[in-house]
């Protein structure tokens, strides 16, 4: 399969990403053909997850001080507690996530990776999904929480779980087939 043959997609992720929203999309995009780089605060390693337990680790590519937007056709933000958490305080991640946004670069977010959208401002008239805790944030942020398995909606892809990994590697992989999206920005 070389559906994304020449695309290339940014994981953005910090110590306390849950693992398998990590690696599956990873495996599953790289599969498709693209090329798969792992963007970090820092140079190293981070630390997965498996729920609450330490998982693998895993090194970085490239720091979000060395990357833009426009290196990528797309962007995962994988979920875990602690990984967005950490992510959404540093104004550099948040920029790189904003500016896809803003170029209309395809997003997927799984999990409590829609933390991270919350904070980058882009949610406001947006409806996603992510897991249910997140529900209030979105909504107090201007967006609209759906309690489906994928939600898309021109170029965001979002998901809930672990269990939702089979749609959310699909349709993640149909949008960055699609490229840019005008109304991403919007």
């Given at each position: 399969?070389s559906?994304?043959?020449?695309?290339?997609?940014?994981?953005?992720?910090?110590?306390?990403f849950?693992?398998?929203?990590?690696?599956?999309?990873?495996?599953?995009?790289?599969?498709?053909?693209?090329?798969?780089?792992?963007?970090?605060?820092?140079?190293?390693?981070?630390?997965?997850?498996?729920?609450?337990?330490?998982?693998?680790?895993?090194?970085?590519?490239?720091?979000?001080?060395?990357?833009?937007?426009?290196?990528?056709?797309?962007?995962?933000?994988?979920?875990?507690?602690?990984?967005?958490?950490?992510?959404?305080?540093?104004?550099?991640?948040?920029?790189?996530i904003?500016?896809?946004?803003?170029?209309?670069?395809?997003?997927s977010?799984?999990?409590?990776?829609p933390?991270?959208?919350?904070?980058?401002?882009?949610?406001?008239?947006?409806?996603l999904?992510?897991?249910?805790?997140?529900?209030?944030?979105?909504?107090?942020a201007?967006?609209?929480?759906?309690?489906?398995?994928?939600?898309?909606?021109?170029?965001l892809?979002?998901s809930?779980?672990?269990?939702?990994?089979?749609?959310f590697?699909?349709?993640?992989?149909?949008?960055?087939?699609?490229?840019?999206?005008?109304?991403?920005?919007?």
């Amino acid at each position: 399969m070389s559906k994304l043959q020449g695309k290339k997609i940014a994981f953005l992720a910090t110590d306390g990403f849950e693992q398998i929203e990590l690696t599956r999309p990873w495996n599953d995009i790289k599969q498709a053909g693209a090329t798969v780089e792992l963007v970090s605060l820092e140079n190293g390693k981070i630390q997965g997850f498996n729920h609450f337990e330490k998982g693998d680790q895993f090194d970085v590519d490239k720091t979000v001080d060395d990357v833009s937007a426009s290196d990528y056709d797309g962007l995962v933000l994988p979920g875990g507690v602690h990984n967005p958490d950490a992510l959404r305080v540093n104004e550099t991640a948040i920029s790189f996530i904003r500016d896809f946004f803003e170029a209309g670069i395809p997003v997927s977010a799984i999990c409590h990776g829609p933390w991270t959208l919350i904070e980058a401002d882009v949610v406001e008239g947006k409806t996603l999904t992510s897991w249910p805790s997140l529900k209030t944030d979105i909504e107090n942020a201007g967006g609209t929480w759906v309690d489906e398995e994928v939600h898309c909606k021109d170029g965001l892809t979002t998901s809930r779980n672990p269990d939702d990994l089979d749609a959310f590697c699909k349709k993640s992989i149909e949008e960055f087939c699609e490229g840019r999206h005008e109304k991403l920005a919007a």
